[in-house]
């Protein structure tokens, strides 16, 4: 004796929104990691900026 088919489609459907909201959380997760590792990039290179303002306003 099986089990009834809507049991097993259920089973299926759990399996699958598991793995989307693994999916999903990964996603945001990366975004996180890439939103931080570009403030940083973005941070240093302001910092380049404003010396090379700064090494201009020396000259001028």
Known sequence: MGL???V???AGSLTTTTT???LEASI???E???RERFEGLEEQR???RQTIRDK???VQ
């Open 4 to 6: 009834p088919s809507n």
């Open 20 to 22: 989307n909201d693994d």
């Open 46 to 48: 302001e910092n380049m």
């Open 8 to 10: 097993a489609k259920d």
């Open 28 to 30: 945001i997760a990366a």
């Open 56 to 58: 201009v306003s020396l």
């Open 32 to 34: 996180e990691k890439r």
